[in-house]
């Protein structure tokens, strides 16, 4: 999302896998336009050593800003700002943040409900969604003349699953589905040796629910259910929020020239297959929602559009850019939403959905260990289309669902011989993907008897001459 590149291409895929410094982002592009941009939250990037000393204490943490940015309010794991706000209010916090999430004690209801429908001990109003959302606003009312950028990282909706009043009690348990997944986690984990794996590593999430008594894949129905319920309420906390701020926007009148774009990170597997959080390849962990508000006249013919085009997150990034007249960095792999903005379908938009995860272990060597990879082994990469979705491993047996007749991918189809075309069409299809987009920073540029020449073929097809001859 931030700097326009597939995972291919960056390789920085898991908290605390560096970022090379030589790959740009959003936020030192714009700089380029005058932008100052400003984030709130965390971008979690991990600096490149090689320009540090290795006694350096930025070498011991994940959390780091992102080149580019300046920091309104960093919101990192600790959350120090906010847990100490939330001791100036009077909340007892003995474990400081390890204390933040402890269920209300004895709240009314949680014996028949389950045990996430208990609140948290501090208010809606003194969440870190509220705190975070407040410091957006505060900045905003002190720029209010001034041209800005903010990048506005909420945690929330996000493990630890616990949310304040009146939210933990906002949707009825009763009407939340439940997952999609097989009889059994046994069962499911026969689906493929690295579902098996993530299956029965999942005691080690204990992130997820930090104050939760149980296993996660031996609660009952009753405990799902709510578990579901409280994180749709901490869904709408944020809504709210950001509903705080875009009123904010348009009382002022900015937003007529504010380009608003909301997305998220990843998705959440809420116990479909069986499975909480947002690792493995299933659909339900990387299918985010987008929506892209452009005030401008450009945009009319597109206003209220839903586009069921394949868009992806490597898009967030040339579009930002396109709206402030900036040039996309010839080595993006994205393509500006602009012309979807306008109404338009660009006849090579295109056909598939692309996502790659790096499931490594450099440090403890989990998968490396249980699987009998190499951590250069631990690698995936799926694509979609209308119908179909194609998961390909480095090293252990691919996937492939129809996902027309199988929705919620029980089913793996990939040796049935009445499929063995397609998984071979998907299959030349990702090749091809992947030798578009492999690292072509200089690969378009030729140098002539009249200067370099650039071609940039990704957006508009269009030569750029840098020498001074026509």
């Keep these: 999302m931030l700097t326009g590149l597939y995972l ?12 090379d410094a030589r790959h740009t982002n959003v936020a030192v592009e714009a700089r380029k336009a005058g932008f100052d941009p400003v984030l709130f939250g965390y971008t979690d990037t991990s600096v490149d050593p090689r320009q540090y000393d290795c006694a350096d204490p930025i070498l011991t943490t994940y959390e780091g800003v992102m080149p580019g940015f300046s920091v309104g309010l960093q919101l990192d794991d600790r959350m120090a700002a906010w847990v100490q706000d939330l001791k100036a209010r009077g909340y007892d916090l003995p474990e400081g943040r390890r204390s933040v999430y402890r269920a209300a004690p004895n709240f009314p209801g949680a014996e028949n409900r389950g045990h996430s429908f208990s609140p948290t001990i501090f208010s809606a109003e003194h969440s870190e969604t509220a705190f975070m959302a407040n410091a957006a606003l505060d900045y905003m009312r002190a720029h209010r003349n001034e041209d800005w950028f903010m990048h506005l990282v909420f945690l929330r909706p996000h493990p630890p699953v616990i949310a304040p009043e009146p939210y933990n009690a906002m949707y009825d348990p009763a009407a939340v589905p439940l997952p999609v997944r097989a009889a059994s986690p046994e069962q499911e984990s026969e689906q493929h040796p690295y579902l098996k ?24 129905d009753r405990e799902v259910r709510q578990l579901r319920a409280t994180y749709y309420g901490m869904i709408s906390q944020v809504d709210d929020q950001i509903g705080r701020i875009l009123d904010h926007l348009a009382s002022t009148g900015e937003d007529k020239d504010t380009l608003i774009l909301f997305t998220c990170d990843h ?119 209308d119908r179909f979705k194609y998961v390909h491993f480095a090293a252990l047996p691919p996937l492939l669902f129809d996902l027309t007749k199988d929705p919620g991918e ?18 030349e299809r990702m ?17 002539t008897a009249s200067g370099p020449i650039e071609r940039n073929e990704s957006r508009y097809d269009v030569m750029h001459r840098r020498s001074l001859s026509p």
């Design 267 to 385: 998705g959440e597997m809420l116990g479909d297959h069986w499975m909480w959080g947002k690792e493995g390849y299933f659909n339900r962990a990387y299918h985010i929602p987008l929506i892209v508000v452009d005030p401008t006249a450009t945009a009319e013919g597109g206003r209220g559009r839903i586009v069921s085009l394949h868009t992806e997150a490597i898009d967030i990034m040339p579009t930002i850019l396109d709206w402030l007249g900036l040039p996309t960095p010839t080595n993006c792999d994205g393509r500006s939403l602009a012309p979807l903005l306008a109404g338009e379908t660009p006849t090579d938009w295109r056909r598939e959905a692309h996502w790659e995860y790096d499931f490594r272990d450099v440090a403890k060597q989990g998968p490396e260990k249980a699987l009998g990879l190499s951590s250069d082994d631990c690698t995936l990469a799926a694509m979609k289309d």
């Design 431 to 447: 090749l091809s993907w992947r030798l578009r987009h492999a690292e072509r920073t200089l690969a378009n540029t030729m140098l």
């Design 410 to 427: 029980l089913r793996n189809v990939a040796n049935d011989t009445d499929y063995q075309a397609v998984r071979l069409d998907m299959a």
């Design 8 to 19: 291919l291409n960056h390789r920085s895929g898991r908290n605390g896998t560096p970022l």
């Design 197 to 220: 794996y993530l299956l029965f590593h999942q005691r080690e999430i204990g992130w997820y629910s930090e104050h939760f008594p149980s296993d996660l894949r031996e609660i009952d």
